[in-house]
DNA sequence: AAGTGGTCTAGACCACATA
DNA sequence: ATGTGGTCTAGACCACTTC
């Protein structure tokens, strides 16, 4: 019920703009006029006013004000959460099948990887309910992640092992429908040239690329869902 | 060169999450003690903490600390610009070809628009350089948009004119891999069971649906991006 | 030149989770 | 019971932009 003052504000003023009262370009009270108003110190005013802007509500410019912010895209937060966690929600048994570990020498990883040095190449397969609905390619660059020389990976994906262990900066994701190959196809238990859902992720730690992971889902296995509130 | 103190600790404590240097699970100093540090004031270093915990980097609890957050998902910020600024953004000349427009009645949207009263229906094909590139099938509420029934829809596609004119406080976007059908690949000027992308967006203002729209691209000629930099 | 947002201070009190 | 983060205040000075 009650809130705090930094969040009344800010509710009171996105009220305003998505109600359509206050219509793009509109320009918002002054900092001083809006902590009169609700009687407190213009800090507080300008802390909410600070998160919208953030959140792309409104735009603000020394001298002339703050304005109501005019869309330009829709964005959205893409969660690709580990699969292991996509299984479990689901209810599903989940696998991980290993079918290659393999330490290449600098200049072997294949070129879309970016890994210029030696590599970890892991190869396998995600099963849920003894079924595959994902096969992964990754190449993790040993020069930026030395510790996963002493791993496995036979029953940990090494997604999972990732996460918790490595630290990055810049992740890029990129995602595709594709055609299964016939390689693709037999792993997956599919026919060959169904449609897949093909998801790529760079991931750098400052200027090094970390690794470089693809996922092909068959179509009709997996969908990606993303949320998004201005807020 | 120089930046606010604010940013200064930010970077300071970033920097050391992620050389590794602070591993998930380490109790960053007290708010207290980092003040003390860097001479400041609580409140300041109270600004930076906040934003370190809105970024997902750590992880604050009251009486304990804040500590460095274990990483459980991935997310991306996923940009879905309206299509036309995409084909501009390559240099290729865009064009919008309304094949359809029609005032549906109280239930007549399919279920999955999820659009309970009157609503308009739009479709159309989206062209860069004179090819096709998706196809949109689109229902918008005429409860929640009431301009949209003076707009033909004929030159503008209707997700430029949406995104100027009507407020939103939700979206939720599918995307999936599906083979094209027969009608679909027509349009697209392709094979029938060609792999495409499918994005799927609701729309929400409050509690209403506003507008529910497909988007189909031939597989080799469209994809998504999504960076992501915790900050 | 004037006035806005941007940042910071040195307090203060509170709520809450932990010990 | 204690000590942490969470919030807020009443000031202050600065930087930038527009007038």
Redesign the pocket.
């Given at each position: 019920m009650t809130a705090?003052?930094?969040q009344r504000i800010r509710g009171d003023i996105s009220a305003r703009i998505q109600s359509g009262e206050w219509p793009p370009g509109t320009r918002i009270p002054?900092?001083?006029e809006l902590a009169a108003h609700y009687?407190?110190?213009?800090?507080?005013v300008?802390?909410a006013?600070?998160t919208l802007?953030r959140a792309g509500l409104i735009e603000?410019?020394?001298?002339?004000?703050?304005f109501v912010a005019r869309p330009h895209s829709q964005s959205a937060v893409l969660e690709v959460p580990d699969l292991a966690s996509v299984a479990a929600a689901k209810g599903e048994t989940y696998r991980w099948q290993r079918t290659r570990r393999a330490a290449l020498a600098a200049g072997e990883a294949p070129d879309i990887a970016g890994i210029a040095g030696a590599a970890l190449a892991v190869e396998g397969v995600h099963f849920a309910d003894d079924l595959p609905f994902a096969i992964e390619e990754r190449w993790i660059s040993l020069a930026a992640v030395p510790g996963c020389a002493d791993e496995d990976f036979a029953d940990t994906a090494p997604g999972t092992w990732l996460l918790g262990h490595v630290p990055w900066t810049h992740a890029r994701h990129r995602i595709r429908a594709v055609a299964a190959s016939a390689a693709e196809a037999r792993r997956l238990a599919i026919r060959p040239g169904t449609a897949c859902l093909s998801l790529e992720r760079w991931t750098w730690r400052a200027r090094d690329y970390v690794t470089y992971v693809r996922q092909l889902f068959p179509g009709d296995r997996h969908d990606l869902i993303a949320d998004f509130d201005p807020s």
């Open positions: 705090t003052l930094d002054y900092e001083t009687g407190c110190a213009r800090a507080t300008s802390k006013m600070e802007a603000r410019r020394r001298k002339a004000g703050s």
